[in-house]
């Protein structure tokens, strides 16, 4: 394993319940490189990321963080070792302000930097985080990795149901995190815009790592028989 690893999976067994979903997830995110995690629906990328985050348990592999195993921590002490999860669906509670949702990870100092860096969120600061459109609510979602920077940041299927362009601003926070040191996982079912700011590509299914490597080594055909299972 190389010491610049800031997220590691071994073998990595969990599910739900009597379902397991994860066979054996083996994925490495050195720091300073985004890798993106790509495979259809229900391959388990989320379950992947519950996993690193902490939030469902492995009954066998480790996850280690640096190098040193986390496998038994639970969610709140990985993020207190610098793992920032961004969930599916964003993960912002509506019916608390675009302002309370930023207070509930942020100091007053920290806030301010927020509005300082987003200036959509300033603008929206007193409004319901619910009323914000989707893109909004994932920059609200990721504002507190941006001024705060974690270890590791995973991002499960961030640009969903986003326009271009909003798609774009979010990668141009994944970039500046990147050049930060931070390590990056992100999720996306369809290959689209993040192959073009990946720096290694990781496709899962059935619950497995099928194939990972250099972004320069994914081709359309690589990307039809990842689909199709051909590989
Ligand atoms: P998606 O794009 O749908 O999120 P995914 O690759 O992220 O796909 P997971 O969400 O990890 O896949 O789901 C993998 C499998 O685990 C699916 O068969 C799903 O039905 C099952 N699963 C996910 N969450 C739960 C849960 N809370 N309880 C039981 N089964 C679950």
Redesign the pocket.
Known sequence: PSAADALRLEGAVA???D?T?LRGVDLAVPAGRVVALL????????????AAAGLVPLTAGRVRIDGADVTGLPAHRRAGAGVFLAP?GRGVFPGLTVEENLALLLREDARAEVYDRLPVLAERRAIDAGALSGGEQQILALAPALVRPPRILIA??PSLGLAPLVVEEIFQIFDELRRSGVALLV?E?KAGEVLAMADTVAF?RL?RVVWSGARSEVDDDLLTNAYLGAL
């Open positions: 599910g739900y319940g379902t979903v495979g259809a629906n229900g391959a388990g990328k989320s379950t992947t990321c519950l599916e499960d299927e999720v079912e899962m619950g």
